[in-house]
């Protein structure tokens, strides 16, 4: 059996040139089939506001359902590290109530660590709840908890101007004590420059291929995504959505024309047991009076 991911491991990724595999998992056959297939991480997403939940956007989901996502992840993990998004406002009010939640996560949740959106202005809180020995990714350029104020799913970092604030950002986020940092929806060359900029392992979705590992939507990749948002940056891997869609249909027809369920879909039983039953089963037709016109 190989050994449980830790953010040691991920460290020794980044000095060796390995890049870390990053997915997503809200539920514990997901989680199981990303282990058996060697992902290194498994971040347990606010995403699933939108991919599970069907809300419009991340900020509908809150810590009840977090740690209930959290634990069927968890439960599935021998060796993968998993990271348990801090919902809106989980983090943001006090660092008193970001240590609790985020102490939710990895106690009631089983999560490895926790990830918190925001550069300079989480800082604060990103050290209080490293300061209680909790373990938080960092997480900057698109976050999606700030749509408001980034007008959007905008791509970020496009200009000098605003990847030095990205690489402040980051640097803020290390001194803080951050372990990692994720990078959304940024050029490749300011990822780059991010990376180069701080020494902890910097991971990219749709950040461009220089960086410590790539994480992407499990959804996104395996087409199971109901949802109109299709990033530029998703490579997909399958249409199980519409396997999925082919199956239901397959089975309605079956259900409505009467071939399903069939004799091998039903239990058997001795035939002078089935005989006795049938016999009482007619003989109770036998005493239903059949309804008149006038009932009808």
């Known amino acids: 059996m190989s050994k449980k991911v830790t953010t040691a491991t991920l460290q020794s990724y980044k000095r060796r040139g390995r890049s870390a595999v990053f997915l997503t998992a809200y539920d514990y056959p997901t989680a199981t089939f990303a282990e058996r297939a060697g992902v290194d991480m498994l971040l347990v997403g606010d995403s699933a506001a939108m991919t599970v939940l069907g809300h419009s956007s991340t900020v509908g989901i809150g810590m009840e359902e977090m740690i209930v996502f959290s634990k ?18 989980s983090y943001q009010v006090s660092a008193e109530e970001a240590i609790r939640n985020a102490g939710a996560l990895v106690a009631g949740g089983g999560c490895d660590a926790v990830k918190c959106e925001g550069g300079r202005r989480v800082a604060n809180r990103i050290a209080a709840i490293v300061d209680a020995g909790i373990p938080v990714m960092g997480h900057i350029g698109l976050t999606p908890q700030n749509l408001g104020q980034l007008g959007g799913y905008r791509v970020q970092g496009k200009s000098l101007q605003t990847a030095e604030v990205l690489v402040n950002d980051a640097l803020a986020l290390e001194s803080a004590g951050a372990f990692a940092i994720l990078v959304e929806a940024v050029p490749a060359v300011t990822a780059a420059l991010i990376r180069e900029r701080v020494t902890v392992p910097v991971y990219g979705i749709g950040a461009g291929p220089h960086v410590d590992g790539q994480l992407v939507i499990s959804h996104d990749i395996l087409g199971s995504f109901v949802g109109e948002i299709e990033p530029r940056f998703v490579k997909r891997y399958a249409d199980v959505g519409g396997t999925v869609e082919k199956a239901f249909r397959s089975y309605a027809a079956d259900v409505r024309d009467g071939s399903f369920p069939g004799p091998e879909h039903c239990y058997p039983i001795p035939p002078d047991e089935a005989s006795s039953i049938e016999r009482l089963l007619v003989g109770k037709r036998k005493q239903t009076p059949q309804l008149q016109e006038t009932d009808r």
């Open 72 to 89: 069927a992840v968890s439960y599935a993990c021998q060796t993968a590290f998993v990271v348990g998004d801090m919902p809106f406002l």
